[in-house]
């Protein structure tokens, strides 16, 4: 069976079902004809059994048969066509009169059979049908009636519809298969054609697309499945091949600078301060390089590996104050008014190490956009179970046509020149990612020059203990 082909396969299993629906209604038809044959025959045993009756009387105590006629019939008289024998027994079964076409044999009576009941029996070695029934005159039981037919033409005609079904029904299942092969071979040319489309997509021909069946059968919605599942790969690959050049190019660029910056410093003797001066901007570059070799890790780390998820109490006040702590200079310096409010403290159940990431993104991105002597709010609160937390700033904002890119690895939007802003990109991005890992709600709005709100909707600590 595992040798045979797909549609070889489907075709088999179609004659298995047709078979048997075949089989079923021939045997049907046989016996629904044998039946109406029968019945037949008995409604003439019985129709010959009441004439008969009618045609006796008793003289002087002995049977006597009416009409001496009868036996000069045809059907009395010969066992070629059509023949009806008849046999009269007294009461101890011996025979008092026979029809002449018996010659020198006779009818058995059956002990074993019930009166009344037709039955098949044998007479010279052919098939006979054969009824027997009290002979009575005047409610006294005198002998037996015996009448019988024979079947030679009846078995005749149901042997011949036997050989027929017997012949038809291979010839049938043998025509059914190679239709019902034909059609299955048309109905699964979709899937040759998934066969011939996987053969020549590669990893470098990623263009190729099954043709979809005019039918819109599950075969069409196969095929469609699959090419939206090429459609996600081609477009997973060439986001993999865009990320991994703009990866090269972020890494790139600082290396250059900083190899620039030492050759025009080696070329010929300078001052203390001209070399303070390009030190310091060398460890500059080299603190962006560090940054983002520990965003495209932290990235590789967390990419879709929820093993890697440690989720815990998380004291959500404390998170924020530290990370308010690690830009305090920045605050400082640009005299950024930071307004916290948190009326209680929050705990929230998630991943400590994530969701210090996911705040410090958000929050430093806040600060280092804002415009000097602007507000940043930091709010929190409980809405159905859920810790709010609302983030808003006074800073450039970001253009509506750039509000998805950003969330594109390396996409920085160029609505207002900030190229002053050091930045990686990577940001929001490592926040999209994470926030969907941990199934924190994550929506952004901004407008260019008003600033930007981000809205973060973790799941409360003691709300998750209630699960477990």
């Known amino acids: 069976m595992t040798s045979l082909s797909f549609r070889n396969r489907i075709a088999l299993n179609y004659i298995v079902g047709t078979g048997l629906l075949v089989l079923a209604v021939f045997s049907a038809i046989y016996f629904i004809v044998k039946l109406t044959v029968y019945n037949h025959i008995d409604e003439n045993l019985n129709i010959e059994v009441q004439d008969h009756f009618k045609e006796l009387r008793i003289e002087k105590g002995a049977i006597v048969f009416m009409d001496a006629e009868e036996w000069e019939e045809r059907e009395h008289n010969s066992v070629d066509v059509n023949p009806i024998f008849v046999q009269f ?115 470098d021909n990623l263009k190729a697309r099954i043709p979809l069946p005019k039918t819109r059968d599950e075969l069409f919605t196969l095929s469609k499945t699959i090419n939206n599942l090429l459609n996600r790969i081609e477009d997973a690959i060439e986001r993999e091949k865009q990320f991994t050049s703009d990866a090269s190019h972020e890494l790139r660029t600082p290396l250059t600078v900083i190899k620039g910056t030492l050759e025009v410093l080696v070329r010929k003797p300078r001052d203390s301060k001209e070399y303070e001066e390009k030190i310091n901007y060398c460890i500059n570059e080299v603190d962006h390089l560090n940054s983002l070799v520990d965003q495209l890790l932290m990235m590789a780390r967390f990419e879709n590996q929820k093993q890697n998820i440690l989720k815990e109490n998380v004291y959500l006040n404390a998170v924020i104050l530290d990370v308010l702590k690690l830009n305090a200079e920045k605050i400082k310096a640009e005299k950024i008014n930071v307004i916290l409010n948190s009326p209680e403290e929050f705990y929230i159940y998630s991943d400590n190490y994530l969701a210090v990431t996911i705040l410090r993104n958000i929050i430093s991105n806040a600060i280092k956009y804002s415009k000097p002597d602007s507000e940043v709010k930091i709010s929190l609160s409980r809405e159905n179970d859920k810790i709010i937390c609302n983030i808003s700033d006074q800073g450039i904002g970001i253009a509506k046509k750039d509000l998805e890119s950003i969330l594109n690895p390396f996409f920085r939007s160029d609505s207002l020149n900030h190229s002053e802003i050091k930045g990686t990109g990577l940001g929001l991005f490592i926040v999209k990612r994470m926030t969907d890992l941990l199934q924190i709600k994550f929506k952004i709005e901004s407008e260019i020059g008003k600033g930007t709100k981000v809205l973060l909707v973790f799941e409360e600590y003691n709300n998750s203990l209630k699960q477990f």
């Open 89 to 203: 027994l007294d009461l101890n079964k011996k025979i008092i009169e026979k029809s002449p076409n018996l010659k020198n044999e006779k009818l058995v009576f059956h002990e074993s059979k019930v009166l009344f009941h037709p039955f098949d029996s044998k007479l010279l070695g052919s098939k006979i049908r054969q009824i027997q029934v009290p002979l009575q005159i005047k409610s006294k039981k005198v002998g037996y009636l015996i009448i019988a037919m024979s079947l030679s033409d009846s078995s005749k005609v149901l042997d011949n519809l036997m050989d027929t079904l017997l012949i038809t029904f291979p010839i049938i299942l043998l025509i059914l298969f190679f239709l019902a092969r034909f059609y299955a071979g048309r109905s699964i040319k979709p899937i040759n054609n998934i066969i011939q489309t996987s053969k020549i997509i590669t990893k």
